[in-house]
């Protein structure tokens, strides 16, 4: 039963490991092309200012990367940003003595939406889709209420203190880098590997005792937290708040999580490789930008890069079928073993 278990688990964690290796090499091949092109994308403000940039999308594709993985979707990220953002630029700037204390009440907040989400899609079996675009509705809603127009402000030194260097590494890279490592450890827990068995086969996962109810609601809830992160973030890089802020990454996450390979049907993927992902596609404009690409061309490309990822389990899939049936038909083609033998022993007696 166990060497059972053992084998698929094995496969599950070399195909994790593929997918973050071939979503490194693009946006290092990426990164290396946009340096060769500016050379000035190799500076220490460059570098800083660039993983500053892909900080908020990439904190936010691990919260999606996470709810897909589980086997949902959570369109609640936009609600959950702009929430967090105006609630930052507006609340920071009446106690700017309590800055550190603001952030971590946003990220709470962000994590008590996320189990109210999980607790509607796991609890009464609603489909996550519908739950959480409510949700990014009425969060929306609210932020409008919050700050009816773009305004409000963070303190300088605050937004300066998660938007500069910490030494030789930036303050945004050290945060995805602290992430990462929390989610290589969690992945290796009880609940981090019943979050891959629920997503490949939630009644499976429940026959074999795991709380597919406490997994769900458990994931939701971090997705939320990440996504208050992700807008406290936001708002530390544009100083100000809007109640719009978030929308961008509604479209933008889920695009990070399939440059990162993640299987959009549950069960299959990496958060890691949607970070990946997420800075693969803060390359894409300045790379098209220092190549003279006009404008309006960048969505696009960023489109057709995403359609290539989603495509890549598509035709890897097709190359295994095919691999099988050309195998099972040289099976077919080879005599049975004892036939073989018997002919042998015929071939031996005659002579």
Do not use: C
Request: charge should be positive; charged fraction near 5%.
């Amino acid at each position: 039963m166990s060497a059972g278990v053992a084998v698929p688990r094995t496969r599950s964690v070399s195909a994790r490991l593929l997918s973050t290796l071939i979503s490194a090499v693009v946006f290092g091949v990426l990164y290396g092309l946009l340096i060769a092109n500016s050379p000035i994308e190799a500076t220490t403000y460059s570098v800083t200012n660039f993983f500053t940039l892909a900080a908020p999308l990439a904190i936010a594709a691990i919260g999606t990367s996470l709810v897909l993985i589980v086997g949902g979707f959570d369109l609640s990220v936009a609600g959950t940003i702009s929430l967090t953002n105006v609630l930052a630029a507006t609340v920071m700037d009446k106690h700017p003595n309590q800055v550190w204390f603001i952030v971590i009440a946003l990220v709470l907040l962000g994590a008590l939406i996320g189990a109210i989400n999980g607790a509607l899609v796991a609890l009464l079996q609603l489909p996550s889709l519908g739950v959480t675009l409510s949700t990014n509705i009425v969060l929306g809603g609210i932020a409008l209420a919050v700050l009816p127009a773009p305004g409000g402000s963070v303190p300088l030194n605050f937004a300066t203190d998660l938007t500069t260097s910490m030494g030789p590494l930036p303050v945004a890279l050290l945060v995805l880098i602290v992430l990462g490592l929390l989610w290589t450890y969690f992945s290796r827990t009880r609940t981090g590997m019943a979050v891959y068995a629920v997503g490949g086969d939630a009644h499976g996962a429940q026959l074999s005792g795991i709380s597919v109810t406490r997994t769900t609601i458990t994931v939701f809830t971090i997705a939320g937290a990440l996504y208050g992160l992700a807008g406290v973030f936001f708002s530390a890089l544009t100083a100000t708040g809007s109640p719009s802020s978030g929308s961008s990454f509604l479209l933008t996450a889920f695009a990070a999580a399939a440059l990162g390979l993640v299987g959009f049907r549950g069960g299959a993927g990496s958060p890691i490789a949607a970070m990946l992902g997420a800075a693969t596609l803060t390359i894409i404009p300045k790379f098209l930008f220092a190549s003279g690409v006009a404008d309006f061309w960048v969505g696009a490309f960023q489109g057709l890069i995403v359609l290539a990822a989603l495509s890549i389990p598509l035709l890897t899939a097709l190359a295994s079928r095919r691999r099988a049936r050309h195998q099972s038909g040289h099976d077919a083609g080879d005599p049975p073993p004892a036939l073989v033998t018997s002919s042998q022993s015929a071939k031996g007696g005659a002579a």
